[in-house]
């Protein structure tokens, strides 16, 4: 009987058959295993799959890994690249979970990390140490949208020979390729927009050159942060229709940042798609396909704890959720979640107050989260 399936099936498995020691023995000596498998903590088919369309969309000549969450793309990352004694340099507007991850976890290994303002990073001569072998840097910082210039941080980091990885959980390959910025690996947390759909937990890392895409794979395997069959296939299924929420996600979003930035009771809106945006011209010459994607912060006017629980109270169609990207819209509290374990004189130095409200617009009809938004804001 011949099986075409259109769709990939899922490989529900731990472990695949070999007929004999001899097929065992050409498994582990074969280039790339000769397209067998062997146990899904290294490989699958689902994984592979996943694995290859996210390195086809960056142009990633050296594939990577699939992991079990995004935090586990970036301890792939920097178990790939660094060792005991290594340093990373970081700008200071950083997701709160890569900087708990790097700062509470990597130091007990002996790997140390610097935060330094993103607007003198570039001047990387400054900051790297004789060990710093990577830096670390968002597309859009995670919360307030700050908009890197990857081209000229990719070109300081060539200077001083050191790689860089670049995070665009918030862009998608649909808005950026950093790859061709001469980033040396770039990482998504699938969770996000690559999946699409708030349902599966996911991190894709992937690599400009052979050799540290095999070492990705390798660290991915020896760690066991390797993505499960189920979740590679769902993750697979979301990129079928990136192209297509990305187009949905950047016009809402930019409808509402409009419409929030002439609200009385909102005090700053950052979306690089406005024109009042400081990163806006940037964003326009670097951001693919006239997108700006999906994700803004608001200041209210009340900028205290009680006015932005007021406004998730209220809300309908943007409820209270720790995540992000996906088609339905929701919104976030970043004092509490995202930058929860960051030091509070930090926080408040990067803008990260009380009344700072993240929100993820999702794909429904703008109209509809216009007057949810009017009316959550008491307007």
Known sequence: MNIHPKVTPIYQTSVFKFGSLAELEEYYTAPSHNGRYCYSRAENPNTDELVNEVARLEGAAGGGVATGSGLGGLLAAVAATCQAGDHILCPEELYGGSVV?????MTRLGISTDYVPLAELYDLGRWVKPTTRLVLAEVLSNPLLTVLDGPRLAAACREQGVKLLIDSSFTSPIL??????????????????????????????????????????????????TLAPMESWLTVRGLKTLRLRMRQH????????RFLAA???VAQVYYPGLETHPGHDLAQAQLLNGLFG????????????EGADAFFQRTQLFPLAPSLAGVASSSS????????????ERRQALGITAGLIRLSVGVEEVEELLADLGQALGG
């Not at 001469?182 to 759909?197: E, I, P, R």
Request: proline content about 4%; glycine content about 12%; overall charge neutral.
């Open 263 to 265: 609200h009385p009771a």
């Open 176 to 225: 950026t390729r950093p790859l061709s910025w001469g980033a040396a690996m770039v990482w998504h947390s699938a969770t996000k927009y690559l999946g699409g759909h708030s349902d599966v937990m996911a991190g894709v890392v992937v690599a400009a050159d052979e050799a540290l895409g095999h070492r990705l794979r390798q660290v991915g395997t020896n760690l066991g942060l």
């Open 294 to 305: 999906g994700m803004m912060s608001v200041r209210l006017h009340n900028d205290t704890a």
């Open 250 to 257: 950047s016009e809402n979003a930019l409808a509402v940042a």
């Open 333 to 344: 509290y970043p004092l509490g979640t995202s930058h929860r374990g960051v030091p509070g």
């Open 101 to 105: 991850l790097l700062t509470q976890e």
